[in-house]
């Protein structure tokens, strides 16, 4: 028989069969809609998380007392690193002038964080998430970029001035249609003078980038910085950003950036830094293996359904076959060939599992667009995930496919026309 022949001979013998043919493809349907739904959403959270980071750069290291890692192990564990942390020395101006006239070094900014308060203006109110304080060089490292207004001057960070930079989130809330340079706006008990306003940056996995509020670090550090609270000896410390010049190696920049802070600290040859060098690629890394897991773990319970799927189809088959065992007979008696019955309904199944495969496709396109619009994940399907998805959903088929076309094609003609 011709592959049209052969397509259209399935059909009919599927749709002879509506209901149970439905039923069949559940497990397929599930399983590729699942893989697709979970790659739309891991593929569209790296794209834009690789986005934002990619505005910080990746010739950028953050100077601080503790290295990046994911929380977790054991409580004394934790304790244990949290007391080693917090025994170290501080991190100083002097070290971002030293780390600034390094021949590698771009930029060196400040950075001072402080912890979340209520800003307010005349009747409004929001509360900063994300308070820090720094000097002129932060904005030109970290990704951001004035909407309105002024960086910070020398001045503002020798006098330690009351003077504040607003994200959009922050601005728009407090002063809605009012330009808001020039004005006043008290944060935590001291009045604050406007300055600049920031171009809008978005979200990233829920955190709104938007909802950040700068102020000299000598002002940072004048009013708000406590060394008796224990976190500002650890998350809170002053900290530094670094960004080196386009055409030094990485490895190499941080190499030299060690070195000075170990001369500088008094470090022997033997002693371990008592400080921490942490990049962007870290964050990554730390991103791909939680994705990459979570993935993994998602394509596990897929593959599990597409395998009991396979074996519902192998045993429909098992089932249509003795069902047709007399049309088997009759085709071959007026001449088909064990390979044409062999080919009918191994392309039965093959067409079963590829039609619940492109309905998965379509069940999982919808999954991830309602994910996008309903929560801050985003969702992009790549290409790929479709043809994956749908080679895997009929490589079910042939596999579970082959048994009972194979069966259907060894039977004994006369054996056939004489089955009740």
């Known amino acids: 028989m011709s592959l049209w022949t052969l397509l259209k001979t399935s059909y009919l013998g599927l749709k002879a069969n509506k209901l149970r043919s439905i ?22 959270m790296n794209k834009y998380v690789y986005s934002v980071l ?22 004394s564990k934790m304790r244990k690193l949290w007391r080693e942390v917090s ?18 070094v771009d930029r060196a900014a400040a950075f001072q964080p402080i912890f979340s308060g209520k800003a307010k203006y005349k009747s409004n109110s929001v509360d900063c998430n994300n308070v820090a304080g720094t000097d002129d060089q932060y904005i030109y490292i970290s990704g951001y970029e004035l909407d309105k207004g ?20 922050i601005a728009k809330t407090l002063f809605e249609d009012e330009d808001p340079l020039g004005k006043s706006i008290v944060f935590k008990g001291h009045k604050f003078t406007v300055i600049g306003v920031l171009k809008p940056k978005g979200e990233l996995m829920g955190n709104n980038l938007d909802d950040i509020l700068l102020m000299p670090v000598t002002t940072a550090r004048k009013y708000y910085y406590n060394p008796r609270w224990r976190p500002y000896r650890v998350w809170y410390s002053f900290r530094i950003l670094v960004k080196f010049k386009d055409d030094v190696p990485m490895k190499a920049g941080m190499k030299m950036l060690e070195n000075l802070l170990r001369v500088r600290r008094g470090l022997r040859f033997d002693q371990d830094d008592d400080f921490a060098l942490n990049t962007s690629e870290m964050l990554l890394s730390a991103y791909k293996k939680l994705t990459s897991g979570i993935f993994i773990a998602m394509v596990g319970i897929a593959s599990l359904a597409l395998i009991v799927g396979g074996i519902g189809i192998m045993n429909i088959m098992l089932v249509s076959v003795t069902e047709r065992t007399r049309e088997i007979g009759i085709r071959m008696a007026v001449g088909a060939k064990r ?35 309903a929560t801050p994940l985003p969702a992009s399907m790549p290409i790929w995930s479709v043809i994956v998805g749908l080679g895997f959903s009929s490589a079910v088929g042939l596999f579970f496919g082959i048994y009972p076309a194979n069966k259907a094609s060894k039977m004994d003609p006369i054996e056939a026309l004489r089955y009740e």
Do not use: P
């Not at 039923?23 to 891991?42: A, D, E, K, Y």
């Not at 990746?58 to 929380?71: E, H, M, R, S």
């Not at 025994?87 to 590698?104: F, G, N, P, Q, Y």
């Not at 002024?150 to 989130?169: A, K, P």
């Open 54 to 75: 990619g505005d910080i750069g990746t010739k950028t290291v953050y100077v601080q007392k503790w290295k990046w890692i994911i929380i977790g192990g054991s409580q």
């Open 339 to 373: 390979r044409d019955i062999l080919y009918q309904f191994l392309f039965e199944s093959i067409f079963l599992t590829t039609v619940g495969g492109l309905i998965g496709v379509f069940l999982g396109l919808v999954i991830a667009k309602a994910v996008d619009i």
């Open 150 to 169: 002024r960086n910070f001057i020398d001045q503002d960070i020798q006098l330690g001035r009351r003077v504040v930079i607003l994200g959009s989130y």
């Open 23 to 44: 039923l069949t493809t559940l497990g397929i349907i599930i399983g590729v809609g699942t893989v697709i739904s979970m790659v739309s959403i891991i593929d569209g």
């Open 87 to 104: 025994r170290r020395r501080d991190l100083t101006m002097e070290d971002v002038k030293a780390i600034s006239h390094l021949d590698v």
